[in-house]
């Protein structure tokens, strides 16, 4: 037995000569002071109404 399944592996050795493809991205949002908190995502009660309403709909 080698050792325990959590044990971390190490990584591998890169091939010689291949870069890695880096892109970076920043998902920041300026948000002025005086802006009005945004809404609340709905509850599991009310998404599951909303997709019943669709799926009510769909069905004739």
């Known amino acids: 037995m080698t050792g325990p399944s959590s044990n971390p592996r190490g990584e ?10 880096v892109i970076s991205t920043t998902d920041e949002q300026l948000v002025n002071d005086d802006a009005p908190d945004p809404a609340p995502p709905p509850n599991r009660a009310a998404r599951r109404a909303a997709a019943r309403v669709l799926k009510k709909g769909n069905r004739r």
């Open 12 to 21: 591998r050795a890169g091939t010689p000569g291949v870069r890695w493809q």
